[in-house]
Structures are given as C-alpha cells and as structure tokens.
C-alpha cells in the first residue's frame, strides 16, 4: 500500500479514485464497513481504494486539552488498512488553515483536486468544513459539479449502541479487552521494542520481556492472557503484567511479558502484544510465595482462555 502525505493540494493525476474519509483510529468494525464499502466499489470500477485520514488527531489542533488518545500509531493503521485491500493512505496534516477550509472548499480542493475523487464513501453522520457546517446532503449537493458520486454507510451496532474509538476507549480504560476486541473485530494490540529490566521475573522462574511500548492508548493496569508476535511472526501465548509492580515496590508503569514455553534472547527486538482477555487485577502480595503462586495461576488460566 501508497502512502502519501498532502503537504500540498496539487492535482497529482492518475486514474479517478473511490475515497472514504475519516480518522480512522483503530480501524474498528464501523471503519471497517466503510472501507469495506470503498474497496468493493474501487474493484467494480478499477480504480484504487483510498483512504483519507489527518495526522494529527483534528482536536489536538482545534481542542488540545480535551483530544484523546491515539490507539494506534499511523504506520500500525496503514498496516491494518493495507489488509483490507486499501491501495493508497492519504495522510492530510490538520492546521489551522485545514480546519478553517469551508465545506465546499474542502471538497473541492482536497477530494476533488488532490485526490480526483470518482466516488466518496463516508459515514451518515460525517461532517466537515469550517466548524463541521457540511454534511452528507451538502457533499451530495456538490458532488456533481466536482466530479464525484457520494455513498453514505450507516453505522456498524454493537450491543445496543454504535461501535467507535471512544467505546473502545472506554472498555480498555476498564481493562475490558474481550469487549474492546469485539468492537474493533480483533485484538487490541500494542508494539514495543524489548528493553532490559531489573530480572525479577527471571529470579521467580517467570522470565518476562520488557516492552517499551510505542502506543498512547493502553488497556488499565492488570494482568491478561495475550497473544505475542515474535521477530519471526510467530504467534507465542503469554502472561502479560501491565503496572508498576507493587509487591517490589516500583513506581514506574511496565508492561512485562512472559511467553510461554519460549526461551530466546528478545533484548532489542520489535515485538506485538494483542490483549486477549484480563485474568485479573494488579495487586501487592505479601511474600514472594505467594506471587509464585499466582502467576502459576495466570499461566494456567492463560493456558485454558488460548487452548494451548
């Protein structure tokens, strides 16, 4: 997949394009719907499937002291969309001067002019323009005369409510991966490059990978039975122990992971950790027994919820 940053608004020719426009953080089954929607049409017409998105986040810029947290990383997003079949990520940098482009002019120069837009696919509620003032009827309305078809997707339920990144949000701020998954129609995951800790886990008999994790957006602090990708794409169960330690008395946030029946130097090496479901809460235990004890317990458990 293209990814392609709109520093400029430039026509850059090429054959027309289906487009569907969003932020798109964490891809989740809504999102999916719409790309979903996009590539189908971009195939019957042999054109490519392009994903409009803004880096960064529309309220980092126009609200910064209320903009959430990102769950995922731009290049683990263009990832997740190269698998649905997106042939090109257009990444359009929000600034002042973006959000005070008036509907028409943003229909015109970025969906029309830069991206050559045959046909735009968005959802029923989207929005855009200065202070949102366009919405799906206003860009059907200009549609015509720019170029392009519209198609509006109505939105993917879940539990008696729309899915969308603040519900998955809010189930990971609660350590409820197993909901937040079926939300985003997999696991969430985070990446992380393997650091060197204090070896606790080693002198316990639980060596554990210590990740430096690139992501902004983490499930509550707990432990959970996850699934790890190693350098080599291998899919390892593990034990996973997001919080500070207490029973050592750490003050510092790690995510540690111990993946099972595995032994192998990680230090330095790129791993995924994709939460599957929380065995319980991080807590202070009274002798080192007794934390044995425990992740023995986790390890299990981990062991049943993954069939291995």
Do not use: C
């Amino acid at each position: 997949m293209e990814l392609i940053r709109l520093d400029t608004l430039a026509a850059r020719g090429g054959p027309g394009a289906v487009v569907t426009v969003g932020n798109f953080d964490g891809v989740h089954r809504g999102h999916q719907a719409l790309v979903g929607e996009a590539v189908a049409a971009a195939r019957a017409a042999g054109s490519p499937a392009v994903v409009l998105t803004f880096e960064p986040h529309p309220a980092r810029v126009l609200a910064p002291g209320q903009a959430p947290t990102s769950l995922m990383t731009l290049e683990q997003k263009a990832e997740v969309l190269a698998g649905l079949g997106v042939d090109r990520l257009a990444v359009l940098p929000f600034t002042r001067e973006v959000a005070e482009t008036d509907a028409e002019g943003f229909a015109r120069r970025v969906l029309a002019q830069a991206l050559a837009s045959v046909r735009v696919v968005v959802g029923s509620d989207f929005r855009f323009g200065r202070g949102r003032e366009g919405d799906v009827a206003a860009l059907v309305a200009l549609g015509p005369s720019l170029g392009f078809a519209v198609r509006a997707v109505e939105p993917v339920w879940h539990d008696g409510a729309p899915i969308s990144s603040s519900r998955v949000r809010e189930e990971l701020a609660r350590g409820a991966v197993g909901p937040a998954g079926a939300l985003l129609g997999r696991p969430f995951f985070v990446d992380g490059r393997v650091v060197r800790g204090d070896g606790r886990g080693r002198t316990i008999g639980f060596p554990t990978a210590n990740l430096e994790v690139v992501n902004e957006t983490l499930p509550s602090h707990g432990v959970y039975a996850s699934r790890v990708r190693t350098p080599d794409g291998t899919l390892r169960p593990a034990v996973v122990n997001l919080g500070r330690r207490p029973t050592f008395g750490g003050e510092t946030l790690v995510l540690e992971a111990h993946l099972l029946d595995f032994e192998a130097d990680l230090y330095g090496a790129g791993l995924r950790v994709a939460f599957v479901e929380r065995l319980r809460d991080e807590r202070k235990f009274p002798a080192r027994e007794a934390l044995v004890e425990q992740v023995r317990t986790d390890v299990a458990g981990t062991r049943r919820l993954l069939g291995t």
